[in-house]
């Protein structure tokens, strides 16, 4: 268990901790010389079971409120330190206060300097305190009268802080580990060691000679060593301090205070994020939209701005929804505490927990939006993720929403397998989509095309991407095409050459067109790679060359044509044959050339050139220089002539 200090400056915390644990936390010449505690000190004593009880011992002073909030956050109980003879101070209530906004809800109190005045005076310290603490989360915490110099009452408060330690022990294997999170308060450099960083663990696990990540710096490190609760350790654990020996291509002033040590997963730097947030009750006036204000998240300390979601002002005493923005980088996951100060970091406003770290850009303040921001509140991921579900027709990035909840995979596998989600791998990662949602995809595309058939009947149908783009804008193409696969299994979609329609759907030529067409068609059949242009066919069937121009374009909404080159046509046939050389000239030799191509089909460079640029056109190949590389993720039949190259 990790005990944390809290209390007004010269009232004891580091002699109190001294007591019970025979160690001066004060370690800095300047605490030594001046008996003042300047930043976080550590100290470590066993139990009688063989447990280790860590102390972190906070500076009290106003001035120093950044380096006890670097050690505050992370500790499981508040030790709560109250001289006898001052009672209740401005830091007391300060510290007070930070320690509820964090979300610690155990603790004790430590009345020291009983020694040092009268019953009387104790007496009414101990009133003082309880007033303090009516109406907190510690209005009924044990108080502890003691005199650390002479002893009195200190058994009996080890003796508590012992009991505690062991029943949070016996509740700890409920707690879900989730990635490895650690957030650094100190580092240092040791001679004949090197790099070490320490702090309390938010999360997880570590063991030695993990390959582990400094975030947001990105840096990447393997650990050497390991001491867990000042004990060298092979692994360390959610709930202790551990301090890391690190190594790796990295440069000391690479890695500080305020920074995160972290599952390479978990590496995800973020400028803004959303929260639930409440403003004192000791502020006097309400907190305005886009206030400046300091963060402290983990240990690390932040300016940015608040950006209220629910209104304009927040009370003092009140919570709200509200997005964070911050002037630099750092590293969060939903559920983790902040304090938020004034610019002046002269006082504490309030504090919040950490809802999303993905915000949108747009419909910030839209009521679906709030309401995933409340279920994430409840703290129930899988709420949280059958919601998003339900409003993200485009789906959801599955490893995404494991990194921002901080989801151990075998939590993440549960909830996929309890929502039934169809899973979809793309380049970003695995998209999840709810049954209902599926469905309704298919439905919008049948009814895309429905709609297209209404609008141009005498068109075959819709390309590949223009039914996407018809159906769902913002649906990747890589869980559109097993969309389309569902369609054409299930008969609810057809497909002609490269266009998609509806089974019953059909485009026909008049006869005029039909006896015309078939006057000419042998023509572009019996020279398929060289097929005659308009003017040709034109000369050759004693029709007008508008007349052939026009009959070409109705004949191509029919999929059986493609216009590769101005006024000149290729078959469906020759055009997917021609793929096929394309795609084995690029598995021969790395990519197409037209001087390749020409030799393949025969005829003059420049038609193979014609042919190229057609490629490139529908997306089949990418031009770089004078050559062309195949775009792996499209097949012809995705890549389908659009709609200006026909009409």
Same mark, same amino acid.
């Given at each position: 268990?990790?005990?944390?200090?809290?209390?007004?400056?010269?009232?004891?915390?580091?002699?109190?901790?001294?007591?019970?644990?025979?160690?001066?936390?004060?370690?800095?010449?300047?605490?030594?010389?001046? @008996?003042?505690?300047?930043?976080?000190?550590?100290?470590?004593?066993?139990?009688?079971?063989?447990?280790?009880?860590?102390?972190?011992?906070?500076?009290?002073?106003?001035?120093?409120?950044?380096?006890?909030?670097?050690?505050?956050?992370?500790?499981?109980?508040?030790?709560? *330190?109250?001289?006898?003879?001052?009672?209740?101070?401005?830091?007391?209530?300060?510290?007070?206060?930070?320690?509820?906004?964090?979300?610690?809800?155990?603790?004790?109190?430590?009345?020291?300097?009983?020694?040092?005045?009268?019953?009387?005076?104790?007496?009414?310290?101990?009133?003082?305190?309880?007033?303090?603490?009516?109406?907190?989360?510690?209005?009924?915490?044990?108080? #502890?009268?003691?005199?650390?110099?002479?002893?009195?009452?200190?058994?009996?408060?080890?003796?508590?802080?012992?009991?505690?330690?062991?029943?949070?022990?016996?509740?700890?294997?409920?707690?879900?580990?989730?990635?490895?999170?650690?957030?650094?308060?100190?580092?240092?450099?040791?001679?004949?060691?090197?790099?070490?960083?320490?702090?309390? *663990?938010?999360?997880?696990?570590?063991?030695?000679?993990?390959?582990?990540?400094?975030?947001?710096?990105?840096?990447?490190?393997?650990?050497?060593?390991?001491?867990?609760?000042?004990?060298?350790?092979?692994?360390?654990?959610?709930?202790?301090? *551990?301090?890391?020996?690190?190594?790796?291509? #990295?440069? &000391?002033?690479?890695?500080?205070?305020?920074? /995160?040590?972290?599952?390479?997963?978990?590496?995800?730097?973020?400028?803004?994020?959303?929260?639930?947030?409440?403003?004192?009750?000791?502020?006097?006036?309400?907190?305005?939209?886009?206030?400046?204000?300091?963060?402290h998240l983990g240990a690390e300390d932040i300016t940015g701005r608040?950006?209220?979601?629910?209104?304009?002002?927040?009370?003092?005493?009140?919570?709200?929804?509200?997005?964070?923005?911050?002037?630099?980088?750092?590293?969060?996951?939903?559920?983790?505490?902040?304090?938020?100060?004034?610019?002046?970091?002269?006082?504490?406003?309030? @504090?919040?927990? *950490?809802?999303?770290?993905?915000?949108?850009?747009?419909?910030?303040?839209?009521?679906?939006?709030?309401?995933?921001?409340?279920?994430? =509140?409840?703290?129930?991921? @899988?709420?949280?993720?059958?919601?998003?579900?339900?409003?993200?027709? =485009?789906?959801?990035?599955?490893?995404?929403?494991?990194?921002? /909840?901080?989801?151990?995979?075998?939590?993440?596998?549960?909830?996929?397998?309890?929502?039934?989600?169809?899973?979809?791998?793309?380049?970003? @990662?695995?998209?999840?989509?709810?049954?209902?949602?599926?469905?309704?995809?298919?439905?919008?595309?049948?009814?895309?095309?429905?709609?297209?058939?209404?609008?141009?009947?005498?068109?075959?149908?819709?390309?590949?991407?223009?039914?996407?783009?018809?159906?769902?804008?913002?649906?990747?193409?890589?869980?559109?095409?097993?969309?389309?696969?569902?369609?054409?299994?299930?008969?609810?979609? =057809?497909?002609?050459?490269? /266009?998609?329609?509806?089974?019953?759907?059909?485009?026909?030529?008049?006869?005029?067109?039909?006896?015309?067409?078939?006057?000419?068609?042998?023509?572009?059949?019996?020279?398929?790679?060289?097929?005659?242009?308009?003017?040709?066919?034109?000369?050759?069937t004693g029709a007008s060359e508008d007349t052939i121009r026009a009959?070409?374009?109705?004949?191509?909404?029919?999929?059986?044509?493609?216009?590769?080159?101005?006024?000149?046509?290729?078959?469906?046939?020759?055009?997917?044959?021609?793929?096929?050389?394309?795609?084995?000239?690029?598995?021969?030799?790395?990519?197409?050339?037209?001087?390749?191509?020409?030799?393949?089909?025969?005829?003059?460079?420049?038609?193979?050139?014609?042919?190229?640029?057609?490629?490139? &056109?529908?997306?089949?190949?990418?031009?770089?220089?004078?050559?062309?590389?195949?775009?792996?993720?499209?097949?012809?039949?995705?890549?389908?002539?659009? &709609?200006?190259?026909?009409?």
């Amino acid at each position: 268990m990790i005990i944390g200090t809290a209390g007004h400056i010269d009232h004891g915390k580091t002699t109190l901790v001294k007591a019970l644990t025979g160690v001066d936390a004060d370690r800095l010449p300047e605490e030594k010389a001046r @008996g003042i505690t300047v930043d976080l000190g550590y100290a470590y004593t066993d139990t009688p079971t063989g447990q280790a009880l860590g102390f972190v011992d906070v500076p009290g002073h106003e001035k120093l409120i950044h380096n006890m909030l670097a050690g505050a956050t992370g500790i499981d109980f508040l030790l709560l *330190v109250v001289a006898a003879d001052d009672g209740p101070m401005p830091q007391t209530r300060e510290h007070l206060a930070i320690a509820s906004l964090l979300g610690i809800r155990q603790g004790a109190v430590a009345l020291t300097k009983c020694d040092v005045v009268t019953p009387e005076r104790q007496a009414a310290a101990i009133a003082e305190t309880r007033a303090l603490l009516a109406g907190s989360c510690f209005a009924d915490a044990p108080l #502890f009268p003691v005199a650390a110099r002479n002893g009195e009452g200190i058994a009996l408060l080890k003796t508590h802080l012992e009991q505690q330690a062991g029943t949070r022990e016996a509740d700890a294997s409920s707690e879900l580990p989730g990635r490895f999170r650690l957030a650094i308060d100190r580092c240092f450099t040791l001679s004949g060691i090197g790099t070490v960083v320490t702090g309390t *663990v938010f999360s997880g696990s570590v063991r030695v000679g993990d390959t582990l990540s400094i975030s947001p710096a990105g840096v990447n490190v393997r650990v050497r060593g390991l001491h867990a609760q000042d004990r060298p350790a092979e692994s360390g654990h959610v709930g202790q301090r *551990v301090a890391l020996n690190l190594v790796g291509d #990295f440069a &000391r002033e690479a890695i500080r205070r305020g920074q /995160w040590v972290l599952d390479p997963r978990q590496h995800l730097p973020i400028d803004r994020f959303s929260a639930t947030l409440k403003l004192s009750t000791e502020e006097s006036v309400a907190l305005r939209h886009w206030t400046p204000v300091h963060v402290h998240l983990g240990a690390e300390d932040i300016t940015g701005r608040i950006a209220l979601l629910e209104g304009d002002s927040l009370p003092p005493g009140a919570d709200m929804l509200a997005e964070i923005l911050l002037d630099r980088p750092l590293c969060c996951a939903i559920g983790d505490r902040f304090i938020v100060r004034d610019t002046s970091a002269s006082r504490t406003l309030g @504090g919040g927990t *950490v809802l999303d770290i993905f915000p949108p850009t747009r419909h910030k303040r839209a009521a679906p939006r709030l309401a995933a921001l409340r279920l994430a =509140a409840a703290g129930s991921p @899988g709420s949280a993720l059958a919601h998003q579900l339900e409003n993200s027709p =485009a789906g959801v990035l599955l490893e995404r929403f494991a990194q921002a /909840w901080n989801l151990p995979d075998s939590t993440s596998d549960q909830l996929v397998q309890m929502l039934e989600l169809k899973r979809i791998d793309t380049r970003e @990662g695995t998209l999840g989509f709810s049954p209902a949602v599926w469905q309704q995809l298919g439905e919008r595309l049948v009814a895309a095309l429905a709609a297209e058939h209404e609008r141009a009947p005498d068109m075959l149908g819709a390309e590949h991407e223009r039914l996407r783009r018809l159906t769902l804008p913002t649906l990747p193409r890589s869980a559109f095409d097993p969309l389309v696969d569902e369609a054409l299994a299930t008969g609810r979609v =057809a497909q002609t050459s490269s /266009w998609l329609h509806l089974p019953a759907h059909r485009v026909t030529l008049s006869a005029a067109d039909k006896d015309l067409w078939a006057s000419f068609a042998p023509l572009l059949s019996s020279t398929p790679y060289q097929p005659p242009r308009v003017r040709d066919i034109a000369n050759a069937t004693g029709a007008s060359e508008d007349t052939i121009r026009a009959l070409m374009k109705r004949v191509a909404r029919t999929g059986k044509l493609y216009p590769v080159a101005h006024d000149h046509y290729f078959t469906d046939a020759a055009v997917a044959s021609l793929a096929d050389i394309v795609s084995r000239l690029h598995r021969e030799h790395g990519c197409a050339r037209a001087a390749d191509l020409r030799d393949q089909i025969g005829g003059g460079r420049k038609v193979a050139i014609h042919i190229l640029e057609f490629f490139d &056109r529908i997306g089949y190949t990418r031009r770089v220089r004078n050559q062309r590389n195949a775009r792996d993720e499209h097949v012809l039949r995705d890549t389908a002539t659009p &709609r200006q190259w026909i009409n």
